[in-house]
């Protein structure tokens, strides 16, 4: 499973192709985590490769409306999915980076995929703001603090992973940010 997809449908195939050469495995599943281009812009070739697709009804709208590719599934606030022996998680905490923003958790693993709605440690400010709630977005991310307190690793749209402290470094760059 990919959880977001690269830029393009040629960086989508680089990325399977390194899969089933080093791992010996196929991508069966992929998760935009929200609309935008560096996590929906490989699809078509995701779809060409055999893999299934799902994303918040939100996100395919949206893909819908600016004339991309869509996936092929599509959930309204909670989605359950089984990866081989692994289950993922996939929930929509509220607005925040965007308004279909989603984050995908591996309970057994304890990793919390955020997207682009979490921040890495080294990010000073919140990237792109352009569709952002800046309102919403601190109770997203206590939203996301409290149903995964359990998570080890972190993994953000954008730079290292780390632990539960990106969400707060997240929480408190939003909080700047709203001034």
Same mark, same amino acid.
């Given at each position: 499973?990919?959880?977001?997809?690269?830029?393009?449908?040629?960086?989508?195939?680089?990325?399977?192709?390194?899969?089933?050469?080093?791992?010996?495995?196929?991508?069966?599943?992929?998760?935009?985590?929200?609309?935008?281009?560096?996590? =929906? %812009?490989?699809?078509?070739?995701?779809?060409?490769?055999? /893999? !299934?697709?799902? +994303?918040?009804?939100? @996100?395919?709208? &949206?893909?819908?409306?600016?004339?991309?590719?869509?996936?092929?599934?599509?959930?309204?606030?909670?989605?359950?999915l089984d990866?081989?022996?692994?289950?993922?998680?996939?929930?929509?905490?509220?607005?925040?980076?965007?308004?279909?923003?989603?984050?995908?958790?591996?309970?057994?693993?304890?990793?919390?995929?955020?997207?682009?709605?979490?921040?890495? =440690? %080294?990010?000073?400010?919140?990237?792109?703001?352009?569709? /952002? !709630?800046?309102? +919403?977005?601190?109770? @997203?991310?206590? &939203?996301?603090?409290?149903?995964?307190?359990?998570?080890?690793?972190?993994?953000?749209?954008?730079?290292?992973?780390?632990?539960?402290?990106?969400?707060?470094h997240t929480?408190?760059?939003?909080?700047?940010?709203?001034?």
């Amino acid at each position: 499973m990919l959880i977001d997809l690269p830029w393009n449908d040629e960086q989508t195939r680089i990325i399977a192709e390194w899969i089933a050469s080093s791992h010996q495995a196929k991508v069966e599943f992929v998760v935009p985590t929200h609309h935008h281009q560096d996590c =929906a %812009g490989g699809l078509a070739a995701a779809h060409d490769l055999g /893999a !299934d697709s799902w +994303a918040l009804h939100k @996100t395919t709208v &949206k893909l819908y409306d600016a004339g991309s590719v869509i996936p092929k599934n599509s959930f309204s606030n909670e989605k359950v999915l089984d990866c081989g022996a692994l289950t993922v998680e996939l929930f929509y905490p509220g607005t925040g980076h965007t308004d279909d923003n989603i984050v995908a958790w591996i309970p057994d693993r304890k990793v919390l995929f955020g997207g682009c709605l979490i921040r890495s =440690a %080294g990010a000073a400010n919140l990237g792109n703001i352009e569709e /952002a !709630d800046l309102e +919403a977005y601190p109770e @997203t991310l206590e &939203k996301i603090e409290d149903r995964y307190e359990a998570a080890e690793i972190v993994v953000p749209g954008h730079g290292e992973p780390g632990g539960k402290e990106l969400i707060k470094h997240t929480s408190d760059l939003s909080k700047k940010q709203k001034r």
